[in-house]
């Protein structure tokens, strides 16, 4: 061991921040190993930041530790501890069993010829491969500072890794407000990490399509749309709930004069928009100065990130319009047939089916969107005979019967996927599971699972409520008679779902009674 190297009392202990460290792991079966290296490396600062020192005396302690902590910067390495190739092992689990690639494993032996350097380099992944002999106070410092330098710089590079990693997740499926926040979420880290890392950042936004901002806030109230560290959780919370200050007043600045505020350890950055008052990205724990590169990929960044978000909400306002007009037009075509809110229960029902069902959710989107028009076709039915009180005569029945394929001819032709899926409906919500319904006489699964939920549904609410022609029926008559119908009329897997679930429909009819004149 060389004579510029000291030994460090074991009962002194490092004072580290949280947050402001390198984690170097010490293996060595030698606790004066252990001291040394502790010694020589006492006053050791890289980018502002100390080392934080783990001890292990074996293999298997190492290996533990490693399970424990994942963002060790540097391993070095015995090779012989209490095996003769404890180290190698020990160096093996870290590549293979724990799947770590980014901790830099330095090899350090007493035994060089024990261990030949170039097959150890080569078939364990390790960084660096040095004698203990040849370590002198200042070449440690001098590898481990170069050995930091590579871990750096590879955790940047997987920080953008990610960031790209969860923009191009969320491009394939951009247009919904769930992906727009990985979206948002990958730019931030994307960019954070090509700054050197931060700590926190946060998107800040006065739209109202992300979380709905807490305690009522009113729409043009600027709030967390999404962030990290400190902002993990705070979305939907006001501006002046989370930040205050000079970290407020700067954020201010920012939205008065519409640029980039820049502080010592914080930035915020006002995102323009032509469609609303814009945004602000937050980020904070900067790990250096910028630098004029730095600003102008900020500029970049930020208006990019606006003009997703802004895309994002003019589709949104336009398919929030179309399921608006889909809505009205079903209620309407409701109320002239007398029928109240039955459009409102059916929807709720379809939805509760087909999620106990087990339908995806752009499955239940497309349903719930379709149901309104399940009945368009009765357009064609006089209204003598839509409203008539009591029983229809065979006639008018067959005049009725003659609503689900006019319905299915009005919508058949289109290429949009809820408009197809109402076609279905109105043509087969009245096929039976057992093969008795019209028009088509469909039977089991040849009938679609959105018309067997809707079939069902329908008669349901059109027992259960108050119609011109008769009176509402008791929950309790109404699934007996579903009951009765299990195998027959309707799916018995979904009929075993609606009795499962009598409080959800006692609960949406409660919600939307139809409280209409005459009913």
Known sequence: MSDDLLFLDESEEEVVEERSTWKVLIVDDEPEVHAVTKLALSDFVF??????????????????????HDDIAIVLLDVVMETDDAGLQ?????????????????????????????????NYDINDYKSKTELTAQKLFTVVIATLRSYRDIMVIEENRKGLEKIIAASADLFSIHSLENFIDGIVQQLSSLLGGTQDAAYI????????????????????????????????????????GAQLDSCRQALREQEIVYADEYLVAYCNSKNMRGSLLYLSGLPRRLTDTDKRLLEIFSQN?????????????IEDTQREIVERLGQILEKEMGGGKHIQRMTLISEMLGREYGLCQDDLDVLKLAVPLHDVGKLKV???????????????????RTHAEFGYELLKDSR?????????????????????????????????IFCRITALA??????????????AWPLDKVLDLIQSQRGKQFDPCLVDIMLANREKLEAICFAYPDDLPGL
């Not at 930041?49 to 290996?63: D, L, Q, V």
């Not at 494993?105 to 170039?118: M, S």
């Not at 949009?416 to 089991?444: F, S, T, V």
């Not at 329908?458 to 008769?470: G, I, Q, T, W």
Request: include cysteine; glycine fraction near 8%; charge should be negative.
């Open 47 to 68: 980018q502002d930041k100390g080392i934080e020192f783990i001890s292990a005396y074996t293999g298997a302690e190492a290996k533990r530790i490693f399970l424990e």
């Open 90 to 122: 020990v160096a093996e689990f870290i590549r293979g069993e724990a799947n770590n690639h980014f901790t830099r494993i330095i090899l350090r032996t007493g035994q060089p010829g024990q261990a030949p350097e170039k097959h150890v380099i080569i």
């Open 205 to 244: 936004t006065s739209a109202v399509a992300g979380p709905r901002p807490i305690d009522n806030e009113v729409s043009s109230e600027f709030y967390v749309f999404t962030g990290k560290g400190d902002f993990a959780n705070l979305e939907g919370r006001p501006l002046d709930r989370v930040l205050s």
């Open 305 to 317: 990130v606006q003009i997703a978000f802004d895309n994002v909400l003019l589709t949104k306002d």
């Open 382 to 400: 006089p209204e003598s005979i839509l409203l008539k009180p009591g029983k229809l005569n065979e006639e008018e029945q067959e005049i009725v």
């Open 416 to 448: 949009r996927p809820i408009i197809k899926a109402a076609a279905l409906l109105a043509r087969d919500h009245h096929e039976y599971w057992d093969g008795n319904g019209y028009p088509r006489g469909l039977k089991g699964e040849e009938i679609h």
């Open 458 to 471: 329908d008669v349901f609410d059109a027992l259960h409520a108050k119609r011109c022609y008769k009176d």
